[in-house]
């Protein structure tokens, strides 16, 4: 069994920053592509960025580059996500998602739970 938890999200101001984390446990082989995801009340939930496996590439979406960073730590099985000069429309459910490889099964998708980041005066 693997468990994807996020943490870190909460209410900011404009101009403020949050750092979210993921973390997988479980009985994990190896953990491939990760990415966070976003959903906002009454929107398709979308890409917000992507990780590599070795962390040397990743992926943006345009309304966030420049502002949001994506890294992870592979000896502890964690992914993070900077947010800097957040916005309003920033304002989401944060989704983790990770491709994971278990012991004597194929490699699946997994989501988090969510995590609530609310950007607001």
């Known amino acids: 069994q693997v468990q994807l938890v996020e943490s870190g999200g909460g209410l900011v101001q404009p101009g403020g920053s949050l750092r979210l984390s993921c973390a997988a446990s479980g009985s994990i082989f190896s953990i491939y592509t990760m990415g966070w995801y976003r959903q906002a009340p009454g929107k398709q939930r979308e890409l917000v960025a992507t990780?590599?496996?070795?962390?040397?590439?990743?992926n943006y979406a345009d309304s966030v580059k420049g502002r949001f960073t994506i890294s992870r730590d592979n000896a502890k099985n964690t992914m993070f996500l900077q947010m800097n000069s957040l916005k309003p429309e920033d304002t989401a459910a944060y989704y983790c998602n990770a491709l994971i490889k278990i012991s004597d099964t194929p490699t699946r998708n997994y989501w988090g739970q969510g995590t609530q980041v609310t950007v607001s005066s």
């Open positions: 990780i590599s496996s070795s962390g040397s590439i990743t």
